[in-house]
């Protein structure tokens, strides 16, 4: 496919979009569709790579509302789960893991979109385990918002707080599972190139996202993302 760089530089544009309108959604999105392109084994690196910079502009826009206190111990545990899922994607067949990471985006999309809501999680416990399944989720697909996003919820975070907190965690993890890649050999020279295509794509997306999310109520515009990713999920199932 002679084009596809310019596919995935578009799918890194709504990914970035999504993730600065709503504050999550960014490998939710971009992991939906980039195995279709390119493969799972690049789309994995590529993602956690853009999303240094994409997490890193939307921490900086937050970063008033973070709270370190409230994100230690998820950030802890998804580092050290972060390994385990990256040894995961190496030896699983390619078409398990898209069944399970279709499994997780329709999952939580169908969770976002139902309105569930758990019983608080204020424990350590939920803590651990939340950010351990999300470095796990993380490592293998990219996908570490999840779990965490559940905890969040669970914890009934202000939206300021939310978008903030999320940002914090996502970059350290994204950070975490680049260094991973990059020590395994899964940051190619090809992921290199796909990266550099798309930045400007990315750049317009943050900024379309940045700059409609005083316009667009974000509740609505997640309502669309969730729908949308539990057709992909189901895809990728199927």
């Given at each position: 496919m002679a084009n596809y760089p310019f596919i995935v530089a578009a799918i890194l544009f709504l990914a970035a979009f999504t993730q600065s309108l709503s504050g999550f959604g960014l490998a939710l999105v971009s992991m939906a569709m980039l195995p279709h392109v390119v493969g799972i084994q690049m789309a994995t690196p590529l993602v956690a790579v853009a999303a240094i910079a994409i997490e890193g502009v939307l921490l900086l826009r937050y970063r008033q509302a973070l709270n370190v206190h409230a994100i230690w111990r998820v950030v802890l545990a998804s580092v050290v789960g972060i390994p385990v899922g990256i040894v995961w994607l190496r030896y699983l067949d390619e078409r398990i893991v898209l069944i399970v990471l279709g499994v997780v985006i329709a999952g939580y999309a169908l969770y976002a979109l139902l309105g569930l809501r758990l019983p608080s999680m204020q424990g350590s416990l939920w803590a651990y385990f939340t950010?351990?399944?999300?470095?796990?989720?993380?490592?293998?697909?990219?996908?570490?918002?999840?779990?965490?996003?559940?905890?969040?919820?669970?914890?009934?975070?202000?939206?300021?707080?939310?978008?903030?907190?999320?940002?914090?965690?996502?970059?350290?993890?994204?950070?975490?599972?680049?260094?991973?890649?990059?020590?395994?050999?899964?940051?190619?020279?090809?992921?290199?190139?796909?990266?550099?295509?798309?930045?400007?794509?990315?750049?317009?997306?943050?900024?379309?996202?940045?700059?409609?999310?005083?316009?667009?109520?974000?509740?609505?515009?997640?309502?669309?993302?969730?729908?949308?990713?539990i057709l992909m999920g189901l895809r990728l199932i199927f």
């Open positions: 950010g351990f399944l999300g470095g796990m989720l993380g490592g293998a697909y990219n996908t570490s918002g999840p779990p965490v996003i559940v905890y969040a919820d669970g914890n009934r975070w202000e939206p300021s707080e939310f978008k903030s907190n999320l940002q914090g965690f996502f970059i350290i993890n994204s950070f975490v599972v680049m260094v991973s890649h990059l020590v395994v050999g899964n940051i190619t020279p090809e992921v290199w190139r796909l990266l550099v295509v798309s930045l400007p794509a990315i750049g317009l997306g943050l900024l379309a996202g940045m700059t409609l999310d005083r316009w667009v109520k974000p509740a609505v515009f997640r309502r669309i993302v969730q729908v949308l990713l």
